[in-house]
């Protein structure tokens, strides 16, 4: 039994290095053919190009040189430069010109569009905080607010009319728990009427209608008319 066993493994044995065997076999064959080819391959294409003359068959023709890209005559690059310098500074005053013409233009419709834009009017305060007054103002017979301290802007636009127009101040002394600077007249609220079309607080001096103010040395109340006339 045991003579069998062994038969049977040295058989087994010798078909597995058999096939060992025939595999390395094959791997040494396929790496054989592609070392050959690419050694072939190499030597091709390293192969030097050898010149031979015109007419010989299988023989490929050295491409002709291409013409450089805008060629020019001889003695041309001169007058080409010279000509390039001027042709610059007249695209150049060109350009200035252009420029010029459209900021010319632009400022032009800037014109016409501030002469034909609507007149704008609001009332603004400035001056001292507690200075002991409060100024109502009344446009038209319409009241508007009552200022009494400094940065204030309210527009009155829509009260002004063509022709004559009114405009009252009311000073109402608010006594010495709201005036700080009791007796000094050069502490004061004050309360301008400004035209323009656009409403800002940095606005020319030409555009002020009429001007209203109280100082802190004064303590009785006030009530004063003034007008002024829309073209």
Known sequence: MADKNTG???ITGKTVLGALSDFLIIC???GGAGFGGYYVGMNQRLAPVVLV???TAGARSEPSAAPAPNNKPAGSDATHDGGGENTGKKDG???AASLHGTEAAAQKKSNAVDKN?????WLISSGEDYCGYSVTVNVNNNPVDSFFGPDKIVEVTKLVKPGENQVRFEAKALGEQYNKHTGDAAYAVTVKLVK???MQDNFAAKDVLMSYSRNASETQDFNDVTNFKVE
């Open 53 to 55: 003359p015109p007419g």
């Open 28 to 30: 040494l064959m396929v």
């Open 196 to 198: 323009g079309t656009h």
């Open 8 to 10: 049977a493994d040295k």
């Open 93 to 95: 005053a060109a350009a």
């Open 117 to 121: 834009a609507k007149m704008r009017y």
